[in-house]
């Protein structure tokens, strides 16, 4: 088991997390939420949602955090916010879980814990689909538990619901199936803007006010965690990729991915896979 430091001031990560206070005291405060069930509880945090807590010894659980880029190579996870909309900014809120579920969820957590720190080659294979089990039960905890008029009640501000907006649009501009127009960049923070029916300015103030990065962070961030999944995950070459993530030539992505990861794709590559 891990100790968590038992005060931690406010603080913004770039990690999913699904956590589980089956027992003890104390308070945690996870975005706009602060009322937690004094039950066994399920709470999350979304990449750059602000967190603290303050704890007491006898807080008793598990914290499972996992990366957007864990996510993007993955073919079960990868839309995970459009199955899983309860890990959207807007829309994590905190819930008690029944006394007659509580093993089973505790089971999962349990299981990933071990697997985790086994030595077996394929262990993250196998935490991808404890993830995706854990995920589902939640769903379905989540949507028992939560009342719809104490969810929307819930929602934050309209600058947070457009953020939350935002990093959807991103991920689903990106899918492989996504149809876009002729002219449509998805690159671009305009395009989404037009999308989301609010002025570039505006949305790059919102997105950089809660989050701390621009909104072109965001669309860049994606890009490199989907060309890493891709290069690592199949034997497509550089020019396919290239335009699978809508580069107009195959130079104009490896220039872009040497920038923010200081190596060509070819390297990555090669450092990357068996």
Do not use: C
Not at 76 to 102: G, T, Y
């Amino acid at each position: 088991m891990q100790s968590v430091v038992e005060n931690m001031p406010a603080f913004r990560h770039e990690f999913y997390a699904i956590a589980i206070k089956a027992d003890g005291d104390g308070k945690a405060v996870t975005g706009q939420f602060a009322d937690f069930p004094k039950g066994a509880t399920i709470f999350f945090n979304t990449p750059f949602q602000v967190i603290s807590w303050d704890i007491t010894p006898n807080w008793k659980g598990y914290y499972l955090m996992f990366s957007q880029e864990f996510i993007a190579q993955s073919n079960v996870l990868s839309r995970i916010l459009q199955h899983f909309p309860f890990l959207k900014m807007d829309n994590s809120i905190p819930f008690e879980i029944p006394e007659n579920q509580l093993d089973n969820i505790l089971t999962i957590y349990e299981n990933i814990w071990k697997e985790y720190h086994g030595n077996n080659t394929d262990k993250f294979q196998v935490i991808e689909a404890h993830l995706y089990l854990l995920l589902n039960l939640i769903k379905r905890l989540f949507e028992s538990q939560v009342d719809k008029k104490i969810a929307n009640e819930a929602l934050k501000t309209a600058d947070l619901r457009l953020l939350s907006r935002y990093q959807t649009l991103i991920q689903t501009s990106f899918y492989p199936d996504a149809e876009l127009n002729t002219f449509a960049n998805p690159h671009s923070t305009s395009y989404y803007s037009q999308k989301l029916s609010v002025h570039p300015n505006h949305l790059n103030s919102v997105v950089k006010s809660i989050t701390g990065l621009t909104a072109s962070n965001h669309i860049q961030n994606h890009i490199i965690a989907l060309a890493k999944s891709y290069l690592i995950q199949t034997d497509w070459s550089i020019k396919e990729i290239a335009y699978i993530i809508h580069f107009e030539t195959p130079s104009s992505f490896s220039s872009f991915f040497k920038k923010y990861t200081g190596k060509t794709p070819l390297e990555y590559r090669s450092q990357n896979t068996l």
